[in-house]
């Protein structure tokens, strides 16, 4: 599955963003999808991630509460809405596909990504 991701940019903290993601190629309902960041120096790590009926998700505990992660099968998106954004969110950020249908929280349980989408939170 090929994945693009858009929405990101520049915000002041405290502020939101809504990413999006779409996929093209395999059938997207077969996958489980997520989110995952990368910051210079740091590890990358996700932050978010839901099964193929949107019925179960996955939140990395820095973002509980603030970040929401959905999806639309008919039209082959994922979506991560930002909310209470903080400098510390600060990373490329990136949509992925998972392995099989459910929901993953380590980057090994991905098999597929696309070309992120930076966030930069001004403090």
């Known amino acids: 599955v090929q994945l693009q991701a858009s929405g990101g940019g520049l915000v002041q903290a405290g502020g939101s963003l809504r990413l999006s993601c779409a996929a093209s190629?395999?059938?997207?309902?077969?996958?489980?999808m997520g989110w995952f960041r990368q910051a210079p120096g740091k590890e990358g790590e996700v932050v978010a991630s839901?099964?193929?009926?949107?019925?179960?998700?996955y939140y990395e505990d820095s973002v509980k509460g603030r970040f929401t992660i959905s999806r639309d099968n008919a039209k082959n998106t994922v979506y991560l809405q930002m909310n209470s954004l903080k400098p510390e969110d600060t990373a490329a950020y990136y949509c992925?596909?998972?392995?099989?249908?459910?929901?993953?929280?380590?980057?090994?349980?991905?098999?597929?990504w696309g070309q992120g989408t930076q966030v930069t939170v001004s403090s």
């Open positions: 992925a596909a998972a392995r099989s249908s459910r929901v993953y929280t380590t980057l090994a349980d991905f098999i597929s």
């Open positions: 190629g395999r059938t997207f309902s077969n996958y489980g």
């Open positions: 839901i099964s193929w009926s949107g019925g179960s998700t």
